[in-house]
Nanobody, 125 residues
Framework: VQLQASGGGLVQAGGSLRLSCAASGRTFSSYGMGWFRQAPGKEREFVTAISQSGGNTYYADSVKGRFTISRDNANGSVYLQMNTLKPEDTAVYYC???????????????????WGRGTLVTVSS
């Protein structure tokens, strides 16, 4: 699976952005998908994930209620709608694919085998 994230940019605090991740390969629907982020000088951290069917979603406490993950298996895409953005959301955002189809394993960075190139999100105060 090859992944390509897009949609990052500069936004003011309180604004919104929608990230997209396009996947190649016919087996997209068999993977759990996640979004992670990495701020300068910090480790990569879990943001959100969605099960292979789309029926289950998982969020970090820091983004719960503000971010929404979704996927379109027919088109091989996963999305991250980010609302009420805060300066601390500034980071490079990565989409990733996991052979874990659902469950708590989708929260762990080491359970993701395929990674896309990141897209930078900058939130100004």
């Amino acid at each position: 699976v090859q992944l390509q994230a897009s949609g990052g940019g500069l936004v003011q605090a309180g604004g919104s952005l929608r990230l997209s991740c396009a996947a190649s390969g016919r087996t997209f629907s068999s993977y759990g998908m996640g979004w992670f982020r990495q701020a300068p000088g910090k480790e990569r951290e879990f943001v959100t994930a969605i099960s292979q069917s789309g029926g289950n979603t998982y969020y970090a406490d820091s983004v719960k209620g503000r971010f929404t993950i979704s996927r379109d298996n027919a088109n091989g895409s996963v999305y991250l709608q980010m609302n009420t953005l805060k300066p601390e959301d500034t980071a490079v955002y990565y989409c990733a694919a996991s052979q874990y189809r659902s469950g708590i394993g989708l929260r762990r960075v080491n359970n993701y085998y395929y990674w896309g190139r990141g897209t930078l999100v900058t939130v100004s105060s």
